[in-house]
């Protein structure tokens, strides 16, 4: 079976104002289908860099990447686009929902991207925000609803396409401790029963404590529970 | 995305802001209705003018001295009514022509009066222009060869003049010397703001008698075929050279006359539409700014469209069905403001306004492409935005 994300010897460095700013420098990191990694680290250690590498929103400056085993290097934008709209679902901290849209709506979105008709969208998100616990709440937007059921909308939506991946950004970063605890629960669960590799950045241990595995990382580089080589 | 979702992501976007969306469609509605109404009053105009030359009759020749062109100052006439019959002999007869001379005179019943244009022509006026009688009849050869003072009233002059009397019989003062009404013509209306019915037709030779001179002013000659129009005017403008050398005399049709004249209006229509076309444009130039307004507040939406799987060209499109459906509705709403005030100008003014389906086709045609072109800028910038850093945007 392929594995969810394929990262060989990646790097990413940031043009600021001419100055390169190198938020990775060559990290290798495998997550095999299925999978639940907790990524740790000090601030500005390229955490956030490298789920954005893991998730296609970016490319690597070097190094190879592949997700759902295709090299990102040779897809173009749209192909990149579609790719992530099929195996890849994102969970931000920040939750990402699109205003005056209801919950239902807002789970649909990536399946407007998909091609599917509109009868079709409704029934699969309100299943998946059903098995998030938020079957009674189709209708209402994310200003009538609690910041965990808006991150648990937000995971729903990225469950909807049924991807292998699910990247998760500190998911629980603007959530009380309680809260955040249902939240990852529910991450928990899902992995467990759907099988979607879980990738997670927090900066809890007692978070990290519970994933398979902790990758830790500090300046650009993966210091422990990288790949066993 | 399927077409039809960008439709509705476009509009929930500009109901999102009704009144910016409203204040952005404003530009488009009035440069539109502008064209509309603008292009409708030059039509309209256009279509009164050719109207009217053409309600004179077929196959006219007019026969002027001097050149025909705009800016040139009229000739004093040397034809006299010798020419006139000299003429009708190149022509084939007197029933093929008519000679007029005019002037501006005072008419008085009592104590009514009004100033009219006084025409001095041969009884053979109402066979070369069509011209229709209300009651009695008209000049006769007998008036003009006795120059007998007998008058033809437009329908104006006698209902001004003798309100609901039957003016035919009654006697008029014209100049100060007593004329008999003989008939009294059909009634022709306003056009361009100029009344029509103010004419008073005498005999030719009475009214040179009454103004003191021997001069006839124009020619105007019905042509028996119109192929042979251009023919004849080269026959009579040579026989009048003939006789009067040195001076220049000129045949107009009713064709070259219409086409000056569509020159002219055409010139001024393009020219209005022009104008209204700018106001357009400087509509569009703010359907652009709003947009690119519209793209910097949902970078954030962006990013998450892009992060979910939409493609660059899915954002572009949203987009520019965001600009077009802004300025199609302002172009819908522009035709209709548009052909409401061209039917009100119609109706309530002097000015005559015709709507045509090229106006109003091509204003909406126009939004639409405003909208595509304006928001292509604004919109690629959309496509192309770094999903990573529209996501950081707070
Ligand atoms: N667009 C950018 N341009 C320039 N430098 C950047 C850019 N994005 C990130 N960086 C730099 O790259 C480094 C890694 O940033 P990253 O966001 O990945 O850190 P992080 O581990 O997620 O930190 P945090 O825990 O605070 O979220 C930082 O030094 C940051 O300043
Ligand atoms: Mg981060």
């Known amino acids: ?229 | 995305m399927r077409f039809a979702e960008a439709w509705r992501v476009a509009l929930d976007a500009l109901r999102a802001n009704r009144l910016r969306t409203g204040l952005t469609m404003l530009g488009v509605v009035i440069g539109v209705a502008a064209v509309v109404v603008l292009v409708a009053i030059g039509t309209g105009a256009k279509q009164e003018v050719e109207s009217q030359v053409q309600g004179l009759g077929s196959n006219l020749l007019l026969v002027v001295p001097g050149k025909v062109s705009f800016g040139n100052a009229p000739t004093i006439s040397p034809m006299t009514m010798s020419d006139v019959n000299a003429v009708s002999r190149v022509v084939g007869g007197r029933d093929r022509l008519t000679a007029s001379l005019s002037s501006g005179e005072t008419v008085r019943v009592g104590t009514a009066s009004q100033y009219v244009s006084l025409l001095g022509v041969l009884e053979t006026t109402p066979t070369v222009f069509t011209r229709d009688l209300a009651q009695g009849g008209y000049l006769t050869r007998s008036d003009v060869d006795t120059a007998r003072r007998v008058a033809v009233l437009g329908w104006g002059v006698a209902q001004r003049l003798f309100g609901d009397r039957d003016p035919v019989g009654l006697q008029m003062d014209v100049a100060g010397v007593r004329f008999r009404v003989v008939g009294v013509f059909a009634k022709l209306g306003q056009s361009l703001g100029v009344d029509r019915d103010d004419e008073v037709h005498i005999p030719l030779t009475a009214a040179q008698r009454l103004l003191g001179t021997s001069r006839v002013d124009a020619l105007a000659i019905k042509a028996p075929d119109g192929s042979r129009i251009g023919e004849l005017g080269d026959q009579v403008v040579a026989e009048l050279t003939q006789r009067h050398p040195g001076i220049e005399f000129s045949a107009v049709t009713q064709d070259q006359i219409l086409g000056v004249l569509g020159q002219i209006l055409g010139v001024l229509t393009g020219v209005l539409a022009a104008i209204a076309g700018i106001s357009l444009l400087v509509g569009g130039v703010g359907v652009s700014n709003i947009m690119l307004v519209s793209v910097r507040e949902r970078t954030r939406e962006i990013g998450l469209r892009k992060a979910v799987g939409a493609r660059p060209r899915d954002i572009t499109v949203q987009f520019l069905i965001e600009a077009v459906l802004l300025t199609t509705l302002g172009g819908v709403t522009g035709m209709g403001l548009g052909i409401g005030a061209a039917l009100l100008v119609a109706a309530l003014s002097p000015v005559p306004a015709a709507i045509t389906w090229w106006s109003v086709t091509l204003a909406f045609g126009v939004s639409a492409a405003v909208g595509i072109v304006f928001g292509v800028v604004p919109a690629q910038r959309a496509g192309r935005l770094d999903p990573v850093i529209a996501l950081r945007t707070e």
Do not use: W
């Not at chain 1, 290798?28 to 601030?43: E, F, K």
């Not at chain 1, 467990?192 to 950045?201: C, H, I, K, M, P």
């Open chain 1, 1 to 229: 079976m392929t594995a969810a994300v394929e990262a060989h010897e990646v790097t990413r460095t940031y043009q600021l104002d001419g100055l390169a700013v190198p938020a990775l420098r060559g990290v290798s990191l495998t997550v095999p289908a299925g999978d639940y990694a907790a990524i740790v680290g000090p601030s500005g250690s390229g955490k956030s860099t490298l789920m954005h590498l893991l998730g296609g929103l970016d490319r690597p400056t070097t190094g190879t990447l592949l997700l759902a085993g295709r090299d990102v290097a040779g897809l173009g934008p749209a192909d990149l686009a579609a790719l992530r709209n099929r195996t890849i679902g994102f969970v931000f901290q920040a939750f990402h929902l699109l205003p005056r849209t209801s919950a239902v709506d807002n789970v649909a979105l990536p399946l407007v991207y998909a091609g599917l008709r509109a009868g079709e969208r409704r029934r699969r998100a309100s299943d998946v925000l059903d098995r998030v616990g938020l079957g009674h709440r189709l209708k209402h937007r994310p200003n009538q609803l609690s910041g965990g059921e808006q991150q648990r909308v937000a995971i729903a939506r990225a469950l909807v396409t049924s991807p292998s991946l699910l990247l998760a950004d500190e998911p629980t970063g603007n959530l009380d401790s309680a809260t955040g605890a249902e939240v990852l629960a529910l991450l928990e669960e899902l992995n467990r029963e759907s099988g979607v590799a879980v990738v997670l950045v927090t900066h809890d241990h007692e978070v990290a404590a519970r994933a398979r595995r902790q990758i830790r990382m500090r300046d650009g580089r993966i210091v422990a529970g990288g790949d066993p080589s």
